[in-house]
């Protein structure tokens, strides 16, 4: 069972702005850096946002990243039919001796 | 450019161990400062950390399946090997392996679908 709680599904109409939220807790969110990542069913997962709110070469800036204390967030405006995935929120989680990665629920978004 | 490329046999029977292997193009397992780990993903369901290792020495695993698994790294070929020991149903997976510079996986395999059944 994971650790990062995110809402099941999200939707939006071609144009429009979702936001996707991922809740943690102080030994993970709170004090590490989270990434965000965007998998097409059937394929591998794609890095979308690494170190909060930084994207990689080639995401376009219509995805943006952010967090406040023990939650991020996930924006996507301009909402193209390409953009219906799964995404997931992840970072590391330092409450035990060893530290360990932890993934998000995952979050549906739909283009309506 | 670096690619990461799974393989292993798609069908292991309960109780048996999954062996699964990683080679990395483009990047050097020994020489680079970054961990590389294993995650996998159930059918329909959502991903799930497995392990990482760094250094080809110091590793790291998911508390829930620390007691079965071990990673590790074959640096004369370049390779990440996975071992997840006393396999049942509930292990059948798409299992990805991936390149983890700080707290984020940027590089993936395309992952190797394992079904454990007799």
């Known amino acids: 069972q994971s650790v990062l709680t995110q809402p099941p599904s999200v939707s939006a109409a071609p144009g429009q702005k979702v936001t996707i939220s991922c809740s943690g807790s102080s030994s993970n969110i709170g004090n590490k850096y989270v990434s965000w990542y965007q998998q097409v069913p059937g394929t591998a997962p794609k890095l979308l946002i690494y170190d909060n709110d930084k994207r990689p070469s080639g995401i376009p800036d219509r995805f943006s990243g952010s967090k406040s204390g023990t939650s991020a967030t996930l924006g996507i405006t301009g909402l193209q039919t390409g953009d219906e995935a799964d995404y997931y929120c992840?970072?590391?989680?330092?409450?035990?001796?060893?530290?360990?990665?932890?993934f998000g629920t995952g979050t549906k978004v739909t283009v309506l | 450019q670096l690619q990461l490329q799974e393989s292993g046999p798609g069908l292991v029977k309960p109780s048996e161990t999954l062996s699964l292997t990683c080679t990395v193009s483009g990047d050097s397992i020994s020489s680079s400062n970054y961990y590389w780990g294993w995650i996998r993903q159930p059918p329909g369901k959502g991903l799930e950390w497995i392990g990482s290792i760094y250094y080809s020495e110091t590793t790291r695993y998911s508390p829930s399946l620390k007691s079965r698994v071990s990673i590790s790294v074959d640096t004369s070929k370049n390779q990440l090997s996975l071992k997840l020991s006393s396999v049942t149903a509930a292990d059948t997976a798409v299992y990805f392996c991936?390149?983890?510079?700080?707290?984020?996986?940027?590089?993936w395999g395309q992952g190797s679908l394992v079904t454990v059944s007799s």
């Open positions: 992840g970072t590391w989680d330092s409450s035990l001796s060893a530290g360990f990665y932890v």
């Open positions: 991936a390149r983890c510079p700080v707290g984020e996986f940027d590089y």
